[in-house]
């Protein structure tokens, strides 16, 4: 579901010729932003979780992941696509024997950014940014996907699904970036 939206939003199968490179770990990262930086890509999609490691993530933050989340981890392990502009948070994924890039290009750590949020309340769950100017939760009582101004401390916005959410912020950047 969230997939093909990513991939044809993002354009993937075009925008190969930029810059492409996919690890042994299912991270794929596209658009090299800077040749003299090999660590500035223009989007990247962490390879999925499987069942047991969404279970596994899930225990060790201590919550209970609202199901169109874990929805989404069984396609991507975390995004971050148009620079930034649209980050869910996935899973640092560290194993024994993967290269060094693997352990560079990793999602941001959604129990780490938890632990900057302060105030929020327990109703909502904490699951991605926008460039540092908005941060994106989920209520647990319909799913709806909030809007918050980091600055102004207000909400702003509302969707009714992760998927909704992804399709409108997906075609706002896709309209300023190709």
Known sequence: MYRLLIEEGIQKDSVKKYGYKKLKNGTELFVIKDSEKPDK??????????????LEFESS???AFPPAYKE?????????????????????????GMTREEQIFQPLDL???QKYLNGLPEEFFYFGQSDEKFIYVISSENEHILEIDIKKN??????TSIYEWLKQKITEFAVYEH
């Open 41 to 54: 890509w223009f989007h990247a999609l962490y390879g999925a979780l499987s069942e047991e490691e969404i």
């Open 61 to 63: 933050t201590n919550t």
């Open 72 to 96: 989404f981890l069984k396609e991507y392990n975390g995004i971050r696509i148009f620079e930034n502009n649209i980050i869910i948070y996935g899973r640092n994924v560290l194993r024994k």
């Open 111 to 113: 129990k780490l950014e």
């Open 154 to 159: 207000q909400f702003t916005n509302q969707w």
